[in-house]
């Protein structure tokens, strides 16, 4: 344990130097992922919307949420100006997708930059999925039986509902720490109606309401259902302060190996110790910054960050027991929570 800390201690100013070079965003390559993504869906929905039988209709829709999800994971890129590196484009453009499916895109990205400062450190984190063990003991039963069951009820119960929601509450919760968050959920809201008034007046034009409905409820479980496995796989389990913001970041978080089209439709997010300790490297720089980091911890004699088998693979575990956060351990360097399993 000593012999971690003294080698640890010029850890962190000898990380900025290993990756500095891999910080510089091409513009080119995100917006060639966001159109690319963008032409996808938007066929999807041509052919949806173009076909006359309801099986064709929902399969097209189904596979459209698919594609709409990694289209939206783009909008995440631009909360850290790492899409395009173009301010404008990065501030703006993102809400042209996600007020669509009422998702407030100005206010998420207020309460994405304090998830990335208090995540493993403040409880208060906006993002934190994990409960703690005195917040079950304290709660309803009913509560108690959610938490116990949490990733199934968030993926097939709450989905894109819930996140939106737990977005919107947060925002007045945390407005102390950020007081422009209810003005900010107020203008998405303003950006919302605008979007969903214009789609409603279209589908009423066309006498195509209720389809329309359909198409909205089908695309939001399967965005939501993707977003929320997301949100659980990022983190679950693996709360925790280390030594220094930068180390804390990289043991706080899960890492998935997958294959490269799936970390490009992801944004890179499968490494997502290295988007935490280091969010300004664009994601298509993320792979190389992962085994450049990797080498370095080793080279101290650290653990090693997190792998998870991949997206499926994690989930089905995760989905087999639920884990309450508890004391620090503090035998473990990483200064990871014990996991409570047992409750």
């Known amino acids: 344990m000593k012999n971690n800390n003294a080698l640890s201690h010029n850890l962190p100013q000898n990380l900025r130097p290993t990756i500095a070079d891999l910080e510089t965003v091409n513009p080119w390559l995100g917006l060639w992922r966001f159109v690319s993504l963008g032409l996808v869906v938007l066929s999807l929905a041509t052919f949806a919307w173009s076909s006359h039988h309801n099986i064709l209709f929902f399969g097209y829709t189904m596979l459209m949420g698919i594609f709409y999800t990694f289209w939206l994971i783009c909008t995440h890129d631009a909360v850290h100006h790492t899409l395009t590196g173009w301010t404008w484009f990065d501030e703006l ?5 996600s007020y669509f499916m009422m998702w407030p895109h100005g206010t998420y990205a207020q309460l994405h930059r304090l998830h990335h400062a208090w995540n493993g450190i403040n409880l208060d984190d906006p993002e934190r999925v994990q409960w703690t063990l005195s917040e079950y003991q304290q709660t309803s039963p009913w509560m108690q039986w959610y938490i116990r069951h949490q990733l199934v009820i968030d993926l097939f119960g709450l989905a894109g509902v819930g996140l939106i929601a737990k977005t919107s509450a947060n925002a007045f919760r945390l407005r102390q720490h950020k007081p422009s968050l209810p003005w900010m959920l107020l203008l998405d809201g303003i950006g919302i109606l605008i979007v969903q008034s214009t789609c409603i007046i279209f589908a009423i034009w066309h006498n195509k309401v209720l389809e329309y409905v359909l198409f909205w409820l089908v695309l939001e479980r399967v965005v939501g259902m993707m977003s929320q496995a997301r949100d659980h796989l990022e983190h679950y389990g693996q709360w925790g302060k280390a030594s220094g913001h930068q180390l804390t970041q990289l043991y706080a978080c899960r890492n998935l190996q997958t294959i490269p089209l799936v970390a490009w439709l992801m944004g890179g997010l499968n490494y997502h110790s290295i988007h ?68």
């Open 93 to 97: 453009v993102p809400r042209s997708i």
């Open 276 to 343: 935490h300790a280091f969010p300004s490297i664009p994601f298509n720089r993320l792979p190389e910054a992962f085994h450049r980091i990797q080498a370095i911890l080793e080279q101290h004699q650290l653990p090693p960050m997190t792998v998870g088998a991949g997206y499926v693979q994690e989930t089905l575990q995760l989905s087999k027991r639920a884990l309450l956060i508890g004391e620090p351990n503090l035998n473990s360097f990483t200064g990871r929570h014990q996991m409570l399993s047992q409750f």
